[in-house]
Structures are given as C-alpha cells and as structure tokens.
C-alpha cells in the first residue's frame, strides 16, 4: 500500500512565523501535490511537482513556497504565516502522468493566530 | 477555468436509504473521479470513469459518467454508518501535465 506522512496532524503558528510543513512517500512517485482544503471551497492546490528540484504553481501559489531535494519528500513553506492560512492542508502523489488516482496524507490542520 | 459545482452540499440520511449526489461542470471532462473522505484524514478515490455513459459499481456505490461528458453521479445504496463522510468528484485538467478539479464536497450525515 502507498502510504503518505505528513509531519504533523495539528499546528499552531503566530503570525509572522515561518512554517515548514514536510510530506514523505514511500512508493517511488513521480508527482507530488500539496492543496489546501476550505469548508464549501474544496481542495485547492497550491504548488505540484513532478520532479526532483521541478515545482509548478497551482491555483492558489501566492504566500506559499515549496521544495523538493528528494524524490520523496515534498515540503510546504509559507515564509510568513498569516491568519487567513488557517486551513487544512493535504499532501498527495500521484504514480505518473498517465495515473489518475492520488493517494493522500492525512493532512495537517494549521492554525494561525 | 475548470469548475466544478456538487448537489447536495450535504444531507442527512437514515441508516439503510438509498443516496444520490451528482456533480456538474460548465466543461467537458475526460474522466471522472469520486473520493470519500472520512473524519480527520485525507480523500481516497473510490470509483474512476473513464468513457461518457460509462457506468461502474465498488460494492453498494456505484457512479456513472454523464453522456454529455459534463456530469456524473455517484449513488450509495442501504447506507450504513460507515459511509460519513465527505464525498468529493474530481477531473484532470485539460492542460499540461496531470493536475486536477475539485469539487465543493457533499458531507453526508447517517442517522441511526
């Protein structure tokens, strides 16, 4: 089975702070996904990868910034944090191009105060 | 872009009905996914589409793929406590690579 780890299943930050939040897989997948999920708005993504060193904005890239030195490990920054990123935020990777199904972290509930 | 909107936004069933949620899209899409996510953890896909018409069954779920390529619906039978949860339908994006739409989500409450 694919399993997805996210850091941490809960996080509060000060605004102001910067914010690491770290995905692993352990099933050798090329594209990885970071999404932030909102009651009534659904997944949103912010920032995929399809490669090692390789990042390509999503929807919703503004305040976030990402990393990945290894294939897999996928990491989430937001360089200063702010209250209106209080959200829920899920990792994903996805086998190839030619996949269609995401495997999912748990997530990792930010709050920002 | 790419939107896709999701009725209900959430219902309240009894244990043993029968329930019903479609997904609709101003776009045509290729393919068509449903995820169910449980409380306090991440979407897992439950039925992909692949072809207008198409319709596929995983256990008491079954979905079927919109002729019109716009829509989908995804049907639960003899609901059982287990199935809360958020139900999202999802579609690749016509662009590069492989990224994809959510939709809203429809929560679904079991009442025993």
């Known amino acids: 089975d694919v399993k997805v780890t996210q850091s941490s299943r809960y996080l509060v930050k000060r605004t102001g702070e910067k914010v690491f939040l770290e995905c692993v897989q352990d099933m050798d997948h090329e594209n990885m996904f970071w999404y932030r999920q909102d009651p009534g708005l659904g997944l949103r993504l912010i920032y995929f990868?399809?490669?090692?060193?390789?990042?390509e904005k999503g929807d919703i890239p503004e305040g976030y910034s990402v990393s990945r030195e290894k294939k897999e490990r996928f990491s989430l920054i937001l360089e200063s944090a702010s209250t209106n990123q209080t959200s829920m935020y899920l990792c994903?990777?996805?086998?190839?191009?030619?996949?269609?199904?995401?495997?999912f972290g748990p997530g990792t509930r930010l709050t920002v105060t | 872009g790419q939107q896709l909107n999701q009725s209900p936004q959430s219902m309240f069933i009894q244990e043993g009905e029968d329930v019903s949620m479609n997904c609709t899209s101003s776009s045509i899409f290729n393919t068509w996914l449903w995820y169910k996510q449980d409380p306090g953890e991440g979407p897992v896909l439950l039925i992909a589409l692949y072809k207008a018409g198409e319709l596929t069954s995983n256990g008491r779920l079954t979905a079927q793929f919109g002729i019109t390529r716009k829509d989908s619906f995804l049907n639960i039978s003899a609901s059982i406590p287990s199935d809360v949860g958020i139900y999202f339908c999802a579609g690749p994006l016509i662009n590069y690579g492989q990224n994809f739409v959510f939709g809203p989500g429809t929560r679904l409450s079991v009442l025993p």
């Open positions: 990868s399809y490669d090692v060193k390789m990042k």
């Open positions: 994903a990777t996805l086998r190839d191009r030619a996949s269609y199904e995401q495997y």
